[in-house]
């Protein structure tokens, strides 16, 4: 008997088809891998499964029974618990606080009592520390993840559903939270693992079931695979990267020395950052997310004065002072990490948000008009050659596009004029392969061009498959630095390891 | 092992699925789902549907508190329309209306929310009485003087939350909303003092003499307060839709962090528009007491606030759109005094026809948003 079974789930969302006749088994007892490009219906299937969207067609089996779960509450009461991409807790609320608030039945004060020594339980079972008394806003990234696996350990959960677990965390960190994902397995729960990261999948499932639009088009034993076979079933053809090194890296173009940022509550999270970024090389910030990397990025893109330091531009001077709109018309562009909130807005079609780059310029009208025709047209051919992929029309809302096509029209938009020097952060979060790919190429591209180009990334394949020279950034400072090609362990160990 | 391997609770029977199913279809199950294109078409389509039900609504209201049913037809649309001089009555109250619906709508779309209209109209109402008074200015240019004072009496009040909300994050909803009744009780302090009527001792303003009021057009007794909103739509459609300013103020009111990082002016545009919608606002004051009242009273300012809000609401910041809403609002608004006159309803009565109209436009917006879908789970 299964522990679930999901067969010939459709869903469709205003005529687009998320999921066609998708089936899924997952067993008791066995770390199960759902594999798939991004838009491929992984996250639409798993939120059928937790009661999250209502499925068009098709059965769910739980346990050997056929039951319909018309809600996150029903999903709960049939053991049924995920983990979302993006967690689903009250900042502001402890960590006990936020398990109550998901599982607390009965009187407050009695029910306070049982969610903590359930929570107490569950974390000694299986090695988990989390304050259970400060907010959880205040904790970080996996530790806010372990809050919410325990919320759904103590809801009773006995088919664990986790969306990118390993997406924002370290090396080091995914490595311990897969190992306790296999201590649940074994303790007979059943895990659905969503990811994009096939190494993980190769060493910590069972069994893999790969999504392509919208359909399950494979499952088999991961083992029995290699990388290449896998990567071949999820985007249809084998495609690796391969390392690019910088051809001649030329002179340097920006000199930051001590530059300090603060966060929003006054935390120095940037402390004293040094280094210098060279024409035609790739300069890669290696780091545990949460060490002053998104200050470093707001600093350099101007939104965020620098509280200390100085930032020289070649044959420029000093512009650590300037703000935003001086640092473009130098050529410094930005593809930042949260591109909902710095780069997009979704509210607005793809001209506005493409043509919001020029529009100083004169290349889109002058101040009395705006020349709308010149700034689709000009859209039209930057989405062509970026390959920005489900754009219908100049004025479709930005929001309507997937992770991946709203990152490449990102990247046209800041390419769209020769840059010197390109600020990027996490550049390939959320994306699937093929796209990651055509991000990456772009970078090398600005970089042979004679860019200079700081990547910023909490993923350290991307920063070794990529980087020229290394950085490693914590607490708020490049404690070492590296130039390729470097040991993985030596990075590693720099990034943890720190006086 | 012992926390997660308990059985399925009792509370969730294991039912068959075609049982459940069988049950859900009685009622019939549907979905509600975002939609992500609507046509023009059907966004006209699905107001005027809201119109409709909001006046259906309001028909039946009437009716119940004692007005028959072609009485009701009769001044909505024979008597209003039919008449010149109830259309210029229209008309003329559609200037001041349409000027602050312009107001509201431009402060909007950055995300201002200006509900200070009625204290700017007041300030604006001073200052163009305050040339009045003192005869400023030469007499050829008097009104032109006093549009001006207006128009910078209530972009200076603006200035107030403008600032506090730029240099120190004050909410404007509150600061403006407040800076209403500080403007309230300077109308009284001067109409009760050194600005009292010295002919008729009544607490308002002196009348304007003939070079300060806005000139009649000629056809009976519509002024150019009418034509001056008409041109102030415009440019404040040129403005917002058509020049570059217009494009900041979309990104600023789309994504503000966006527009930061992206080196767009942003304290610059939002400020821009807060003190534009202030001296639009004075304007209206000044349209007001120079176009119809011909004097400055104390209560000449009574409601255009929120109207204001209402008309950029339904029309959805978009200065032609305004003017419809405008003419709309004003034609509820005569047709409501004749009510009132002629049918003894009374004044709330028409205050909650005129909340029932908008409720139901407003509500028109959910079906562009969304879908109802009926779901069909076959098996």
Not at chain 1, 328 to 356: F, H, K, M
């Amino acid at each position: 008997m299964m522990a679930m079974e999901l067969s010939g789930v459709s869903k469709s969302f205003d005529g687009f088809h998320a999921l066609s006749a998708a089936s899924l088994t997952v067993a008791a007892g066995e770390v199960h891998a759902l594999l798939g490009e991004n838009g491929a219906g992984k996250s639409s299937l798993m939120n059928v499964a937790a009661g999250l969207y209502q499925p068009d067609e098709g059965r769910i089996c739980i346990e050997g029974r056929d039951v319909l779960i018309d809600g996150p509450i029903a999903a709960k009461r049939l053991g049924i618990g995920m983990v979302h991409q993006h967690y689903k807790l009250v900042k502001a609320f402890s960590a006990l606080e936020n398990v109550l608030l998901a599982c607390g039945k009965g009187r407050y004060g009695k029910s306070i009592a049982d969610v903590e020594a359930s929570i107490r339980r569950q974390s000694a079972a299986i090695g988990f520390e989390v304050d259970l008394k400060r907010p959880v806003g205040a904790l970080s990234v996996a530790e806010q993840q372990r809050v919410e696996i325990l919320k759904v350990l103590v809801e009773g959960a006995r088919i664990l559903i986790l969306d990118e677990p390993s997406a924002v965390l370290t090396d080091k960190e995914a490595e311990a939270l897969l190992g306790v994902i296999r201590q649940l397995a074994a303790r007979g729960a059943a895990v659905v693992l969503v990811t994009h990261k096939l190494a993980e999948v190769q060493r910590f499932a069972d069994r893999v079931t790969v999504m392509r639009g919208g359909r399950t088009v494979a499952s088999v034993d991961p083992k029995s695979r290699s990388i290449a076979d896998l990567t071949a079933l999820i985007v249809g053809e084998v495609q690796t990267e391969v390392r690019k090194p910088a051809a001649a890296p030329g002179a340097p173009i920006l000199k930051l020395t001590g530059v300090a940022g603060l966060r929003a509550d006054g935390h120095r999270a940037l402390a004293d950052a040094s280094f210098e970024l060279r024409r035609g090389e790739i300069y890669g910030i290696a780091g545990v997310g949460g060490n002053g990397q998104s200050e470093l990025a707001e600093i350099l893109m101007g939104v965020l004065r620098p509280a200390a330091g100085s930032i020289e531009f070649d044959g420029v001077g000093e512009i650590g002072g300037d703000g935003a709109r001086r640092r473009r018309e130098l050529g410094v562009v930005s593809i930042p990490a949260d591109r909902q909130a710095y780069a997009l807005a979704g509210d607005l079609s793809v001209t506005d948000n493409y043509a919001v780059h020029g529009i100083r310029s004169h290349r889109f009208g002058g101040w009395a008009r705006v020349d709308g025709r010149t700034a689709q047209a000009a859209t039209a051919a930057a989405v062509a050659a970026f390959e920005v992929n489900g754009v219908q029309g100049p004025r479709q809302k930005t929001a309507l596009l997937s992770g991946g096509n709203a990152q490449k029209l990102v990247i046209a938009r800041e390419f769209a004029t020769q840059p010197q020097v390109v600020v990027v952060h996490s550049p390939s979060r959320g994306l699937d392969v093929r796209a990651t790919a055509a991000v990456h190429r772009r970078l090398c591209d600005a970089r042979d061009n004679g860019a200079a180009v700081l990547l910023i990334s909490e993923d350290l394949d991307e920063i070794l498959l990529l980087a020229d020279r290394i950085g490693v950034m914590s607490r708020g400072r490049i404690v070492r630095e590296f130039a390729a090609p470097v040991d993985r362990q030596a990075v590693g160990m720099a990034m943890v390891h720190h006086d | 092992m012992t926390d997660i391997d308990h059985n399925i609770p009792a509370a969730l029977p294991a039912v068959n699925n075609s049982e459940l199913r069988a049950k859900r279809q009685g009622f019939g199950r549907f979905n509600l789902e975002v939609r992500q294109h609507a046509s023009a078409w059907y966004q006209v389509v699905a107001l005027a549907g809201g119109v409709g039900a909001g006046l259906f609504i309001a028909a039946l209201i009437l009716v119940a508190s004692g007005v028959g049913f072609s009485d009701l037809a009769n001044e909505f649309i024979f008597s209003i329309f039919s008449t010149p001089r109830s259309l210029s009555d229209v008309l003329t109250q559609a200037a001041p209306l349409l000027i602050v619906g312009l107001a509201a709508a431009v402060a909007f779309r950055v995300r201002f929310w200006n509900i200070g209209i009625e204290g700017q109209m007041i300030l604006g109402s001073i200052a163009a009485t305050g040339v009045a008074i003192g005869n400023i200015g030469p007499a050829p240019l008097r009104v032109a003087t006093m549009f001006i004072a207006a128009a910078l009496g209530g972009m200076l009040w603006m200035l107030i939350p403008a600032l506090l909300r730029i240099r120190h994050g004050v909410n404007e909803i509150i600061s403006t909303l407040l800076l209403n009744y500080v403007a309230f009780n300077l109308l009284l302090h001067l109409l009760y003092g050194s600005w009292k009527d010295p002919k008729s001792g009544f607490p308002n303003s002196e009348q304007y003499e003939a070079v300060e009021r806005l000139a009649t057009v000629g056809w009976e007794s519509l002024t150019y307060a009418l034509p001056l909103a008409l041109i102030l739509t415009a440019v404040i459609w040129w403005l917002l839709n058509v020049s570059r300013y217009g494009y900041f103020t979309r990104v600023v009111q789309a994504n503000p962090r966006m527009a930061a990082a992206m080196g767009l002016p942003v304290i610059a545009v939002t400020m821009g528009a807060a003190l534009l919608s202030g001296a639009l606002a004075g304007v209206a004051g000044f349209a007001i007491s120079a176009g119809v009242e011909y004097r400055m009273t104390q209560g000449f300012f009574v409601g255009y606030g929120f109207s204001g809000i209402l008309i950029a609401f339904l029309a959805r910041n978009n200065p032609l759109g305004a003017v419809l809403v405008a003419l709309c609002v004003a034609t509820l608004f005569i047709a409501s005094q004749s009510l009132q006159v002629f049918y003894q309803i009374p004044g709330s009565v028409v205050q909650l026809v005129q909340a029932v109209v908008v409720i139901c436009v407003a509500a028109s917006e959910f079906f562009i948003r969304y879908r109802i879908r009926r779901i069909h789970r076959g098996s």
